[in-house]
């Protein structure tokens, strides 16, 4: 999880189109604890303070994922979530858009082959 924080402090929005910038492959990733993941890289697009423990919350409560998720913070209003299984992802990515406090947030599937070690 460390190599997925590490590359995707990176990311942020292009100036002139407000969009994430990501690269594209297929593969599932492996979480500390050896349990596989299904992570989802996101941003908030805000200038206000977010507070972390209230975000997670809310948006666990809003998905509603069957095997649960994890949220870390991996920068300013960006976060790597990570679900314990495929069909707990592909329902959030399905419902897009999401918005916390009225903010859109950006969500994009972390592919195996995005991360460098």
């Known amino acids: 999880m460390d190599d997925i924080v590490h590359q995707y402090k990176q990311m942020g929005i292009a100036e002139d189109k407000e969009e994430l910038i990501f690269d594209d492959d297929d593969e599932r990733h492996t979480a500390n604890d050896g349990k596989m993941t299904f992570p989802l ?68 599937e972390i592919k195996a082959n995005n991360v460098r070690t």
């Not at 069957?66 to 300013?76: H, L, R």
């Open 41 to 108: 890289v996101g941003k908030v697009l805000t200038d206000r303070k977010i507070k972390l423990q209230i975000f997670k919350k809310l948006m666990a409560s809003l998905w509603r994922p069957v095997k649960g998720v994890s949220t870390k913070e991996i920068g300013e209003k960006r976060y790597i979530f990570s679900f314990y299984h495929n069909l707990d992802m592909r329902c959030v990515l399905d419902e897009c858009p999401w918005f916390f406090e009225r903010n859109l947030l950006i969500l994009k």
